[in-house]
């Protein structure tokens, strides 16, 4: 499918109050901006090796692109309680670390040719040295948590480690199955993605010594701001800018992959319209004339719509959480990514 | 080859004291034997969960009969200096759980097919869930050291786990280039296995609370018992009993793996004898003829006995590293192992 096409998606989104200017990621991303610049040098750093392979193919996927939004949420939440110390910048760059190790070991998984438009590193240098790599990064970032010394911390990051690869785990063992019901769904995007939300925005009144409200706060942020950035990037997925967001449209589809624009068309389809799912997911005949009908059954459920309503409702708690702290620059800031997350399907 | 010739190795090995018996594990085996099944309880505990697949990969590797040396050794360590808590049963499984995730990592490295005569997880389930297997175990061993509150033993095993997948990726890089040197793969040996068991060794005169000469002998005992433990294993890998090892002898030449004996065998050979090195191995004529003919020149020039002869050399160093210490049950039966691990190659 062609990109004009693609980008037609159209999906109108109900915000609870109509605004003349889109949200914006900008307001975080200027307040982070200097804490964001240490990040980066103690990234390169880190990701330093006398192994000249691990640098190559760490730099390769640092350097690609990424928005960078989970580091920049731990250095908000520190902030957003008056944290003053460095230690936030050691464990925003060790959740980095542990996302891109993820993004190396999902590349594996997944057979990923690209990722933000440029070749994935496997294809570069392999398999291997995208598993090993990921492996080092990932022994760097409990490096870096060590090294600040907060067992709660450790605790919070090291649980999520777990969560994440459970959650791909079970990824897996629901792929191609489209029985997959949405509470399935949920929990393994509640798994894959937004555990390490929760955990990125939680480290941050953690290391600010808040209290267990702060952190419950920050944590219930953080989850349900990665629920909604699931399901948005799930939506894309048959419905984006391809060339803007470095994906195919239909990645997903050709994998097989079970997201909720699919398993809401599934259930809301006839008897025929199922058989056609299951053999386009289930015996993987993932042409591209079958991406197009597929395509078209999402159209003609609203699935699309409805996922993106399903992400609203996900932001809404996530604003909640955040409602009763102090009203600050920073609390404004993350509000504003919530909505952020959201529009960048239009 | 059968298994009457790979068992007819006869490599003499020079011990220093002519000893009736064979030295055996025995001891260390007797004396951690209720603190094992607490281990043994843990690891089935802890490999547990909701996604079924993980505790199916985990135990497939987990029962596979492995001896569990390396929890052995941080149970003995701790031990050694008269520890009392129980603390050292969650290391000794963090322990586990790491070089069983880097068995999973390594196999899906490695594209092996058989690991102790068992078809490897990634043979069963695919190289998707090894990976992820992989990291689940590597989050709950991080978790179980959180838990514990050292962060001195999170130090030795973070650094650890940094270290052995700088080693595997290292082992990559000079992957079929017969111009590695003995110093190249002394590297590749002590960051990916010796680093795991000095690691082992070392958190149990941390956990024990033990002064900084206590860690360092543990250390450096763990550190060249992993030296010698891995030549042995690479030299058995030319001429071992293949069924008792669930091995296949000529595993490493046909991976194009670069390990002491062919590395002498390459450095002393002729330029004939060179050329063909390079062609079985960097070209990847790994033929069954080929490997006769490897087997040949290793015979020629000695290089197996040789490289149980750099074995007994590290073993000498773990022993006088412990040779301070009290002399003990624990102390006797971690000196035993030294041998042990020196004379499987009988």
Redesign the interface.
């Known amino acids: 499918m062609n990109e004009q096409e693609s980008g037609s998606l159209g999906v109108v989104i109900p915000l609870e109050e109509s605004k003349n200017k889109l949200a914006s990621i900008k307001p975080l991303v200027d307040l982070t901006r200097a804490d964001m610049e240490r990040v980066n040098q103690l990234i390169l750093s880190k990701a330093g ?1 006398d ?4 640098p190559e193919v760490a730099n390769h996927l640092i350097s690609s692109g990424g928005k960078r939004l989970r580091p920049m949420l731990t250095l908000a939440a520190a902030s957003l309680f008056d944290y003053r110390g460095d230690n936030h910048i050691k464990l925003a760059t060790s959740v980095e670390f542990m996302h891109t190790a993820t993004l190396l ?1 999902d590349d ?2 997944d057979e990923s040719d690209l990722r933000r438009g440029k070749s994935t590193a496997r294809m570069i240098w392999g ?3 995208s ?3 990921g ?2 990064l ?3 970032a ?2 870096m ?2 090294d600040v ?1 907060s ?1 709660d911390a ?2 919070v990051l ?2 999520a ?6 959650g ?3 990824q ?2 629901v792929a191609k199955n489209m029985e997959t019901t949405e509470d399935d769904y949920l929990s393994v995007i509640r798994a894959k993605t937004a555990a390490l939300f929760a955990a990125a925005a939680e480290v941050g009144p953690i290391v600010a010594e808040a209290g267990r409200s702060g952190r419950n706060a920050l944590k219930s942020y953080g989850m349900n701001l990665g629920l909604a950035f699931q399901l948005v990037d799930d939506a894309l997925d048959y419905g984006g800018k391809a060339a803007d967001l470095g994906k195919n449209v239909g990645d997903d589809f050709r994998e097989g992959k079970i997201t909720l624009p699919v398993i809401l068309a599934y259930r809301r389809g006839t008897e025929d319209e199922r058989a056609f799912w299951r053999d386009a997911i289930e015996a993987g005949n993932s042409s591209d004339a079958n991406l197009e009908k597929a395509l078209g059954l999402i159209t003609k459920y609203g699935t699309l719509a409805d996922t993106i309503g399903r992400a609203i409702h996900y932001g809404t708690i996530a604003r909640d959480a955040l409602a009763p702290l102090p009203d600050t620059v920073w609390k404004s800031a993350l509000m504003e990514v919530i909505d952020f997350c959201i529009e960048r399907v239009n």
Request: aromatic residues 4%.
């Open positions: 090796s192994v000249q392979m691990i070991h594996v998984v398999n291997q040295a598993v090993l790599v492996d080092f990932l022994g760097q409990f490096r948590m060590v010394g067992l450790l605790d090291s649980s480690a777990c969560v994440i690869a459970e791909e785990v079970l897996l063992s």
